[in-house]
């Protein structure tokens, strides 16, 4: 198990390989569709972005309302191949890692190879076992976009796995390779 610290550093990205198990530990950004739809026209315009992507850790996530006494509700991830359209712009412009479920386009794939980054994969519909790891979670941006606003979060030993490393290494080619598929 592999343990990463956010903000993350090109050298420690450029370690992992494709199925490293990894905990994370710091601060890591949620956004969807829709932010990340407003970021890519923010950067395209020219204005400063409400996050800073350098080093930074976007989760694929839109947490359900948090209980009484809890700091966030369920924080499963959500399929990562709706953000493809967005992804590569917000690599390019210093995002060094994300995390959500299933596959990545060829163009995402590039981009990371490109830049030095990674995706990083979490277990699907397990959003109340992985809302144990987050510490802290706050509204920064975008805040009438509801679930899909982006909130910064304090996370300490948020699982996941290297979907896809920096090396155009992809967990879903070696969990094919060892199943005879």
Same mark, same amino acid.
């Given at each position: 198990?592999?343990?990463?610290q956010t903000p993350l550093k090109e050298t420690d990205v450029l370690q992992l390989q494709a199925g490293d198990e990894v905990t994370i530990t710091g601060?890591?950004?949620? *956004?969807?569709?829709?932010? !990340?739809?407003?970021?890519?026209?923010?950067?395209?315009?020219?204005?400063? #972005?409400?996050?800073?992507?350098?080093g930074a850790l976007i989760y694929f996530v839109g947490p359900t309302p948090a209980r009484a006494g809890a700091v966030i509700g369920a924080a499963g991830?959500?399929?990562?191949?709706?953000?493809? +359209?967005?992804?590569?712009?917000?690599?390019? +412009?210093? =995002?060094?890692?994300?995390?959500?479920?299933?596959?990545?386009?060829?163009?995402?794939?590039?981009?990371?190879?490109? !830049?030095? +980054?990674?995706?990083? /994969?979490? $277990?699907?519909?397990?959003? *109340? =076992? #992985?809302?144990?790891?987050?510490?802290? *979670?706050? $509204?920064?941006?975008?805040?009438? =976009?509801?679930?899909? /606003?982006?909130?910064?979060?304090?996370?300490?030993?948020?699982?996941?796995?290297? /979907?896809?490393?920096? *090396? +155009?290494?992809?967990?879903?080619? =070696? $969990?094919?390779?060892?199943?005879?598929?």
């Open positions: 198990m592999k343990q990463l601060v890591i950004y949620t *956004a969807r569709d829709m932010a !990340h739809k407003r970021l890519c026209a923010a950067l395209e315009q020219g204005h400063e #972005l409400p996050i800073s992507l350098e991830p959500t399929t990562s191949s709706r953000m493809d +359209a967005f992804s590569p712009r917000l690599i390019a +412009a210093g =995002l060094r890692a994300m995390m959500g479920k299933g596959y990545r386009g060829d163009e995402v794939r590039q981009a990371l190879r490109e !830049h030095g +980054a990674v995706h990083l /994969a979490t $277990i699907g519909g397990a959003g *109340a =076992l #992985l809302s144990k790891h987050i510490t802290s *979670a706050q $509204i920064v941006a975008y805040g009438d =976009l509801g679930t899909e /606003a982006i909130r910064r979060l304090e996370v300490v030993d948020f699982p996941a796995v290297v /979907a896809y490393d920096a *090396a +155009a290494g992809s967990v879903y080619e =070696l $969990i094919d390779d060892k199943s005879g598929v």
